[in-house]
């Protein structure tokens, strides 16, 4: 889903109400909220499976993140065993996740199944370490389950992401987001769209006769190259690789920490 113009056609459509709300100086929040539960519902929709795993993973670690809470707001955190036993069942899905791969189980796998389950076991030790006293249903599955991060990162810290996400923009420090934001889906989109057709056809043109010789069609062949050859140019400048958080600026701080992008 993440290779097809229908999901930067409605990226974009979803984008140009936080355009707006972010000119006025609104609060994204609840837009960014309703944004994520739309995209990831457009990019899942193809996948019942998936979407029911990732169902039932955003509210375990929900539950899971308001019981801990709970106790120790209620006796502490002395309890080491508790704390231990919080993390463990917070890791729990990706274990699962991994076993079923690794000894092909049916797949237990869904979009964003690391990055998703890191940042809920970020909330479960700030916790433990009494750095987050309160935090609603909505605020927990806002970050854990915020889209732009969902494929690539960044893992965040849920007190800097609701922090940003209450945070509200003078229109001049928005445009200056919003032009880079805008960047870097362009950026992005000549990648697929140009860059990585050019590359796939001049490839098909000189593997073709020999494509029965190959392990792997030259269409994958070609898509694995330009794989490799943008994970090589993200290594050498960050700047390159796409984030529509840029867009919303809802909580990645990319004015200021040019790495996340």
């Keep these: 889903a993440f290779g097809e113009l229908t999901f930067f ?3 974009a459509a979803l984008a140009l109400p936080a355009v707006v ?18 995209m990831l519902g457009i990019t899942l929709a193809g996948s019942l499976k998936q979407l029911a795993l990732l169902g039932a ?34 890791l729990l899905p990706l274990v699962l996740v991994k076993v079923a791969g ?10 964003g199944a690391s990055y998703l389950t890191f940042r809920a076991v970020q909330v479960i030790v700030e916790i433990s370490d ?3 006293k309160s935090q609603s249903v909505l605020d927990h599955l806002y970050f854990v389950a915020f889209f732009p991060t969902v494929s690539s990162g960044p893992i965040d810290r849920s007190r800097r992401f609701l922090q940003d996400a209450q945070r509200r923009f003078t229109p ?25 057709t050019l590359i796939a056809g001049w490839m098909r043109d000189r593997l073709a006769p020999h494509e029965t010789q190959l392990t792997i069609p030259v269409k994958d062949f070609a898509h694995l190259v330009i794989t490799l050859a943008m994970g090589y140019a993200h290594g050498r400048s960050p700047d390159t690789t796409l984030n529509p958080a840029a867009l919303a600026r809802l909580a990645l701080d990319g004015a200021r920490r040019k790495d996340s992008l």
């Design 9 to 11: 056609v409605a990226l």
């Design 172 to 196: 001049g420090e928005y445009l200056a987001i919003l032009g880079r934001g805008l960047w870097l889906m362009v950026l992005g989109a000549f990648y697929k769209f140009a860059l990585a």
């Design 21 to 38: 709300l972010g000119l006025t100086g609104r609060n994204l929040k609840y837009y960014g909220l309703f944004a994520t539960i739309a």
């Design 102 to 111: 690794l000894f092909h189980f049916p797949s237990l796998g869904f979009l």
């Design 130 to 132: 009494k750095l987050i």
């Design 57 to 90: 993973f955003l509210v375990g670690e929900t539950v899971l993140m308001k019981l801990h809470l709970w106790f120790i707001t209620r006796y502490g955190n002395t309890n080491v065993w508790e704390r231990r036993a919080a993390v463990l069942l917070a």
